[in-house]
């Protein structure tokens, strides 16, 4: 059994940064992807970011590329994303999420992840 435990949010102005982590307990599959979904009030919930466990490979929504940096530490099982620069838009509601296989085409659809964290609120004020 997994679980993730996503934190690291909080309130910022428009324009600074934040860097959320997620702590995996139980196993983690070289084949498995971990990353972030994030949620607006009112919106559906989209993808942010995610890496395939094993081999590091990355993935960005365009939103977010050049502005986000995902990372793992497969010793402490644990997932962090740096994000800088951030805009109001970024206000969201962030979950940590996992695929236990990571899809090269479809790693931003919601249903092939089967694992998530309880979520951790980022607020970015003008």
């Known amino acids: 059994q997994v679980s993730l435990a996503d934190s690291g949010g909080g309130s910022v102005q428009a324009g600074g940064s934040l860097r959320l982590t997620c702590t995996i307990s139980?196993?983690?599959?070289?084949?498995?992807?971990v990353g972030w979904f994030r949620q607006a009030p009112g919106a559906e919930r989209e993808f942010v970011a995610v890496?395939?466990?094993?081999?590091?490979?990355?993935y960005y929504g365009d939103s977010v590329k050049g502005r986000f940096t995902i990372s793992r530490d497969t010793t402490r099982n644990m997932l962090s994303m740096q994000m800088n620069s951030q805009p109001p838009e970024d206000t969201a509601v962030y979950y940590c999420?996992?695929?236990?296989?990571?899809?090269?085409?479809?790693?931003?659809?919601?249903?092939?992840?089967?694992?998530w964290g309880q979520g951790t609120q980022v607020t970015l004020y003008s």
């Open positions: 999420a996992r695929a236990i296989f990571l899809s090269s085409t479809y790693y931003y659809v919601i249903k092939n992840y089967e694992n």
């Open positions: 139980g196993r983690a599959y070289d084949s498995s992807g």
């Open positions: 890496i395939r466990w094993g081999d590091g490979t990355t």
